[in-house]
């Protein structure tokens, strides 16, 4: 049952998303704002279903319910409720759930701030997070669906790795989503801004606290990261050119990059080019 609920509200999600794309486009062809609301109003549905699809896996963690193939690697009954909490991240189909959850509440805040506002950039930044919502929900659909069922012969669950059984586990990650989803929206307002032929410091006031807040995060969650590898002994410490460490310090570099080159458009009106290329 909980596998049919999950799956379907993904689907659906998956769906509305593509329809607020069409309806978005449809408006700024014909520039019916009925076709706007209506594209907005499926992008904020594409987010309830999220959220409440996010909550169903973790309320199926919470609770061990081993009819679900991901909760039976990740929970058991021993498991402590914290880490069955942070098993919404521990594995693949997780994450990429957890990814579009953040993404979902970062797209209601974005709607809920511009709803008046920014009429000619906002069907652009709306295509756009639309665009990155179906890719991920693409995956979660087809090819890592975190609710597939357990095979009927399956009665047991190994639970959690005991080297992710640590405190960290329930900070760092989603500090590191935070931060890498985060640069969804200035990216999101950079597209705008091109598309509409505005490559002025107005987007970039629009998006300065949204940078500003990434990556504060992502620099904390790295910090956070190279500490947790030196308490645990089986992982030999913070630098060993591992992908995850690159694939969260490379952006970490690029932002850093980015938010400099903004302030030197901001004061002398160079390099705008430039901090396209950085933001995409």
């Given at each position: 049952m909980?596998?049919?609920?999950?799956?379907?509200l993904?689907?659906l999600?998956?769906?509305f998303?593509?329809?607020s794309?069409f309806?978005n486009?449809?408006?700024?062809i014909?520039?019916?704002?009925?076709f706007f609301?209506s594209?907005k109003?499926?992008?904020i549905?594409?987010?309830?279903?999220?959220?409440i699809?996010?909550?169903?896996l973790?309320?199926?963690?919470i609770?061990?319910?081993i009819?679900?193939?991901?909760?039976s690697?990740?929970s058991?009954?021993?498991?402590p409720?914290?880490?069955?909490?942070?098993?919404?991240?521990?594995?693949?189909?997780?994450?990429?759930?957890?990814w579009?959850?953040i993404?979902?509440?970062?797209?209601?805040?974005?709607i809920?701030?511009?709803?008046n506002?920014?009429?000619?950039?906002?069907?652009?930044?709306?295509i756009?997070i639309?665009i990155v919502?179906c890719?991920?929900?693409?995956i979660?659909?087809?090819?890592e669906?975190?609710?597939?069922?357990?095979?009927?012969?399956?009665s047991l669950?190994?639970?959690?790795?005991?080297l992710?059984?640590?405190?960290?586990m329930?900070?760092?990650p989603?500090?590191?989503?935070?931060?890498?989803?985060?640069?969804t929206v200035?990216?999101a307002?950079?597209?705008?801004?091109?598309?509409?032929?505005?490559?002025?410091?107005?987007w970039i006031?629009?998006?300065r606290?949204?940078?500003?807040?990434t990556?504060?995060i992502l620099s904390a969650a790295?910090?956070?990261?190279?500490k947790w590898?030196?308490m645990?002994?089986?992982?030999?410490?913070?630098w060993?050119w591992d992908p995850?460490?690159?694939?969260?310090?490379l952006?970490?570099?690029?932002?850093?990059?980015?938010i400099h080159?903004?302030?030197?458009q901001a004061?002398?009106?160079?390099?705008?080019?430039w901090?396209m290329?950085l933001i995409?």
């Open positions: 909980i596998s049919l609920l999950g799956s379907s993904i689907t999600a998956f769906m998303c593509l329809i794309i309806l486009v449809l408006y700024l014909n520039k019916n704002i009925s609301h594209a109003r499926a992008l549905s594409v987010s309830l279903l999220i959220i699809a996010g909550i169903t973790l309320h199926a963690l609770n061990s319910n009819s679900l193939k991901y909760v690697q990740y058991s009954p021993s498991t409720l914290i880490f069955k909490i942070s098993g919404f991240w521990a594995g693949m189909e997780g994450s990429l759930l957890f579009v959850f993404l979902s509440i970062y797209t209601l805040i974005v809920y701030q511009n709803r506002k920014y009429s000619d950039l906002m069907p652009w930044v709306l756009v639309a919502h890719f991920f929900l693409l979660c659909c087809f090819f669906n975190p609710f597939f069922p357990s095979s009927p012969e399956s669950s190994s639970g959690m790795n005991p992710l059984q640590h405190w960290a329930l900070i760092h989603p500090m590191l989503y935070l931060g890498f989803i985060g640069f200035p990216y307002f950079a597209i705008a801004a091109l598309a509409c032929r505005k490559i002025d410091i107005t006031h629009l998006t606290k949204w940078t500003l807040f990556w504060l790295i910090v956070m990261g190279g590898a030196y645990e002994l089986g992982w030999g410490g913070y060993a995850v460490e690159n694939a969260s310090l952006p970490w570099l690029t932002g850093t990059a980015y080159s903004i302030l030197i004061k002398k009106n160079m390099l705008k080019r901090n290329i995409m």
